[in-house]
């Protein structure tokens, strides 16, 4: 139990359409970083999230975006949805960024049809 | 282009067994290098991290071992035990971007009883 919630666990989608995923970090943890991982693959960096504001971004284009809130909990959102989307995301959070210890909550998995 | 390559891809060890998984890297950039155990419905849980300056790390049955002039790093699980069974992750992080991690590809260990 790492303290970090993620939801929905499971969702489908049609291609085209936009989802919005939901992270709760661990308590007292103010930076959140999101992965997706395909199947059968490592996690690939999405973005990093340190006190409300992006503080880096991997390699996705910009209809993935995100959020993080004062409580730091933090939003993914994916727009115009493809089937290449398809894959586990997962939301990580850390005590600052400084300690290289992240805690992983155990995935939202979306399907996109 | 993978920035850390992973191998084998799957591997069945005999209980009591050493399994040993191999990565490789090409940026020497990176100076923080993590192993995670993710088990099915999971997220990946740090099992233990080595820095560049030193050329093996152990905690229990875990051992990783650096060769910073060949740009490989390795995983030992001494002792290997059905509960060993899980996917692996080697992983890799740049120099002061903390927290935003490049991961293999994974390697699935199965340990027979």
């Known amino acids: 139990e790492t303290g970090v919630t993620q939801s929905p666990t499971h969702l489908i989608k049609t291609r085209g359409q936009q989802v919005t995923l939901r992270c709760s970090s661990q308590s007292g943890h103010n930076t959140v970083s999101w992965y997706q991982q395909a199947l059968g693959q490592g996690p690939q960096f999405i973005f990093q999230y340190y006190r409300e504001e992006e503080n880096g971004r991997g390699n996705f284009p910009p209809r993935f975006s995100g959020l993080q809130f004062p409580n730091y909990s933090s939003e993914l959102n994916v727009n115009a949805l493809e089937l290449d989307d398809s894959a586990l995301y997962l939301c990580?959070?850390?005590?600052?960024?400084?300690?290289?210890?992240?805690?992983f909550g155990e995935g939202s998995w979306l399907t996109v049809v | 282009q993978q920035q850390v390559k992973q191998s084998p891809q799957s591997l069945i060890v005999q209980k009591g067994g050493i399994s040993i998984i191999n990565c490789a890297y090409e940026?020497?950039?990176?100076?923080?290098f993590p192993w995670y155990q993710q088990f099915p419905g999971k997220g990946p849980a740090l099992l233990i991290a080595?820095?560049?300056?030193?050329s093996e790390k152990k905690e229990g049955r875990f051992t990783i071992s650096f060769n910073k002039s060949a740009k490989q790093f390795s995983l030992h699980i001494m002792d290997s035990q059905p509960g060993d069974s899980a996917t692996y992750f080697c992983?890799?992080?740049?120099?002061?971007?903390?927290?935003?991690?490049?991961f293999g590809s994974g390697t699935k260990l199965n340990v027979k009883p």
């Open positions: 990580a959070s850390s005590l600052d960024f400084s300690g290289n210890t992240i805690y």
């Open positions: 992983a890799a992080e740049l120099k002061y971007n903390f927290n935003k991690f490049y």
């Open positions: 080595i820095r560049p300056d030193v």
């Open positions: 940026n020497t950039a990176f100076d923080y």
